[in-house]
């Protein structure tokens, strides 16, 4: 069983369109985020959220909005898609806030055409 | 800016030597761990370690913490070509619930 799973893993969109990212965990876990990946491979944290609760937000435009219906259940739903938002996004979760390891999704690529 | 810093960005090594990535970090820590990613994947954890220990161990992996010079290794002997992927640091920063990534380090094995 896919302790994290992401949906979809390929998001091909045009600029200007509406996209979600859909994630969900069977670990029974708190706290889930997402991250994003950029073609350097640096991997920055996005949002975090513990049990339905957003706890963090690291100044990522507005256009970015997390929403968590239950704590096994994350989703980013994006607005109007620039070409700097094409990266692969990840999310992950932990059982407590950052103290012990995370389990990540297998990533969801978006590309902005 | 990122909390991690990896050396060398990229390592090239043949297959059966010893590997050994580096990373440091700015502000205190409750805890570093390390984690594994292949191409097109999630990353996976390998190894935790806590503020309070400077070695563990883990199968063919080797994490040292020197807490005095905010500096962590990994060392992964008798490489295998499956150990092929980028390697990255991570830090839960004290008082502060969340990981932050360094910027990882390209590992390849020559068979």
Redesign the interface.
């Known amino acids: 069983d896919t302790a994290v799973s992401q949906t979809p893993k390929y998001l091909v969109t045009q600029m200007g369109n509406d996209k979600s990212i859909k994630c969900e965990q069977n670990l029974g876990h708190d706290t889930m985020y997402w991250y994003k990946q950029d073609s350097k491979k640096f991997l920055k944290i996005m949002f975090s959220y513990n049990n339905k609760e957003l706890i963090i937000n690291e100044t990522v435009p507005n256009r970015f909005s997390p929403k968590s219906p239950d704590k096994a259940h994350l989703n980013l739903h994006i607005n109007s898609l620039e070409l700097g938002d094409s990266a692969v996004y990840f999310c992950a979760s932990t059982p407590t806030g950052g103290y012990t390891e995370a389990f990540f999704g297998q990533g969801t690529r978006l590309t902005v055409v | 800016s990122?909390q991690g810093e990896e050396d060398p960005q990229a390592l090239s090594i043949q297959e059966g030597e010893n590997a050994t990535m580096n990373c440091s970090y700015k502000t205190s820590i409750?805890?570093l761990?390390w984690?594994r990613?292949n191409s097109?994947?999630?990353?996976?954890?390998l190894i935790?370690i806590r503020s309070n220990e400077r070695e563990k161990h883990s199968g063919r992996l080797r994490v040292t913490l020197d807490t005095s010079k905010k500096s962590s290794s990994l060392l992964i002997t008798a490489s295998r070509a499956a150990d092929t992927a980028?390697y990255?640091c991570?830090t839960?920063?004290a008082g502060?619930?969340?990981?932050?990534?360094g910027?990882?380090t390209?590992l390849t094995i020559i068979p």
């Open positions: 990122q409750n805890n761990q984690y990613q097109g994947r999630g990353l996976v954890h935790l980028s990255f991570a839960d920063l502060n619930e969340k990981l932050t990534f910027t990882g390209r």
